[in-house]
């Protein structure tokens, strides 16, 4: 069966500024019923909030058993983290709508590999498009589905899809740009 996720990755956010705005996200969260205060076992390997009473106003449709989900949580993930989808279809360059990364060529996602190891050892992140020449910070390339590459994140494990609105809230709380990397474990 397997276990869903989706993300709200801050790809903006700083490593100083990512611990303060998780707790003012959260607290927002459970100030508008959506998740409940109190952490219990409810993520994958880790303590979560469990759906509040007016979760429904964050999803598109609700469900009706989703409080009988052993795993049913959010948390908020603060720290350097690559929050991804489950695989990776294209990757398109900002400027010359090049696709550098193709599902169908692996090849092209191994040269994609070591920017990625370098941005995680604390290192800039930035790679040039092969077509173009142009140098391209992780985030600013087109990633299908979407990928996030930060300090801050809010995972929702075996939530209905997330309704636009409640995102677009969350990243106008947080004042920064958000992505949504989704998947299923």
């Excluded at 469990?50 to 964050?58: E, F, K, L, V």
């Excluded at 190891?117 to 992780?138: F, I, N, S, T």
Aim: charged fraction near 15%; hydrophobic fraction near 40%.
């Amino acid at each position: 069966m397997g276990e869903w996720f989706e993300t709200i990755a801050d790809v903006e956010a700083t490593p100083e500024d990512a611990d303060h705005l998780g707790a003012e996200v959260l607290s927002w969260l459970v100030e508008q019923g959506i998740v409940v205060a109190e952490p219990t076992e409810c993520i994958l390997g880790n303590h979560g909030h469990r759906p509040g009473p007016n979760y429904a106003a964050a999803t598109v449709e609700p469900w009706d058993d989703l409080h009988e989900l052993a795993t049913n949580g959010f948390r908020v993930v603060t720290g350097q983290s690559v929050f991804y989808s489950m695989g990776v279809d294209q990757v398109i360059c900002p400027h010359c709508n090049a696709a550098v990364v193709d599902g169908q060529d692996q090849d092209s996602w191994s040269d994609f590999t070591p920017v990625i190891d370098e941005w995680y050892m604390g290192g800039a992140g930035v790679r040039a498009c092969r077509h173009c020449g142009k140098p391209v910070g992780l985030n600013e390339w087109g990633w299908s589905p979407p990928w996030g590459f930060g300090y801050l994140g809010f995972e929702f494990w075996n939530w209905p899809m997330l309704a636009p609105g409640f995102v677009a809230a969350v990243s106008n709380r947080l004042g920064h740009r958000t992505v949504q990397p989704c998947g299923k474990l």
